[in-house]
Nanobody
């Protein structure tokens, strides 16, 4: 499966952005999906994950209550709605896929190219 992330850009602190991850090559419904992020000088970290059916989700405490991961298998797309943005959310965001049988923490086998999110005060 190939993954293409988009939707990054400049957001305002307290504002919102929506990221999308489009899958191609194989049906998205075969995979659990996740978002990770990597800020400058920091290691990549887990942000959110959603099971193949959308029935289960998981979030890092850093974004719980502010970010929402959803998916539309018919459109082969996963979304990350980011609300109440903080400057510390600034990072390159990556979408990732893992076979549906795995647990949501991963590991994840397939990665998109990343999309940059910048948050301005």
């Amino acid at each position: 499966v190939q993954l293409q992330a988009s939707g990054g850009g400049l957001g305002q602190a307290g504002g919102s952005l929506r990221l999308s991850c489009a899958a191609s090559g194989r049906p998205l419904g075969l995979y659990n999906m996740a978002w990770f992020r990597q800020a400058p000088g920091k290691e990549r970290e887990f942000v959110a994950a959603i099971s193949w059916s959308g029935g289960s989700t998981r979030y890092t405490d850093l974004v719980k209550g502010r970010f929402t991961i959803t998916r539309d298998n018919a459109k082969n797309t996963v979304y990350l709605n980011m609300n109440s943005l903080k400057t510390e959310d600034m990072a390159v965001y990556y979408c990732a896929a893992a076979p549906a049988g795995r647990s949501l923490p991963g590991p994840y086998d397939y990665w998109g190219q990343g999309t940059l999110v910048t948050v301005q005060r």
